[in-house]
């Protein structure tokens, strides 16, 4: 018998007052309502967000009370199993987090949680407000939302001049060298070729072009670091294997995302992989042809050594 499909969930996570019921509010009308469930965290007792955006998804779960990342994380689990083992689930679930919620304990409640055999992480989106950046270096909290994003919207972008929102632009991508990072005003996504939330998810997987440039060394802000690594030629795959287990697993707990294509020896197409906290994937892109086999990794995360990280990587190369 074929195994069911797995449901795509999708985190909607940003500091206080970015904005994230509005554009959630936004990307629900592109889905039929009854295929849609949506999984609410609100900090205090009163829930607000859930009536807000009720008349959009088939399904509401609203948490209150405490953050999923900490108090109620076993509680957004249940949530989340119970909607995956419906005689009919919905074909996708949101969960938007509390402006005081760390994504981590977010995806530790989806990817090894009771119902982690019927989920699909399908990305997360983290709504910084564009003229408020200025709270991603005030507040660890802020700077560890856009550290896990695999997208990253800028939100009210219509309050800025152009250089401005470039200057806001720039601050993002330095700050994780791996996201997509888009701009919205008055709850819709404002860049041509992704008017869609889709759209920005589906280049999560297939638009690699931040790395073809990647930011030179390690933007540090904080505690938070985007290290970029490259190598001018083919990884030997053992090799490349052994320093993922032994020396990236020791920064393992300090590691948010990681995001690169590889030129793997033996190997026609390109290695893309990607990673979330201690989950990873590896996939294969577009064969290299005639394009210069090159590999690139950014890592995302705190306390990192770019100097050992550079090392290590450069000596997985083959020859």
Known sequence: MREPPSIPVTVVTGFLGAGKTTLLNAWLAEHARDDVAVIVNEHGAIGIDGELLAGRA????????????????AELARALAELAH????????FVETSGAASPAGVLRAI???????????????????AARTHVIAAHDLAAEQVGYADVLVLSRADELDDERLDAARAELAARNGTAIVASASRGALR????LSLDAL??????DFRILAHPPAGTADHGRIESVALAHAGELDEDRFGAWVEAELARVEGRLMRMKGILAIAG???????QGVADHAEVTFGAPWGTDARTSRLVLVGFGLDRAELEAGFRACGRG
């Open 111 to 129: 990817l090894r949680g009771a119902a982690r055999d019927a989920l699909r992480l399908d990305g997360i989106v983290t709504i910084v407000d």
């Open 201 to 206: 998810l589906a280049r999560r997987g297939g």
């Open 58 to 73: 088939g399904s509401i779960v609203e948490i209150d009370g405490g953050c999923v990342c900490c108090a109620t994380q």
């Open 191 to 194: 860049d041509p070729g992704a």
């Open 267 to 273: 190997i026609d197409e390109r290695m893309i992989l």
């Open 86 to 93: 419906r005689a009919t689930p919905p074909k996708r679930i």
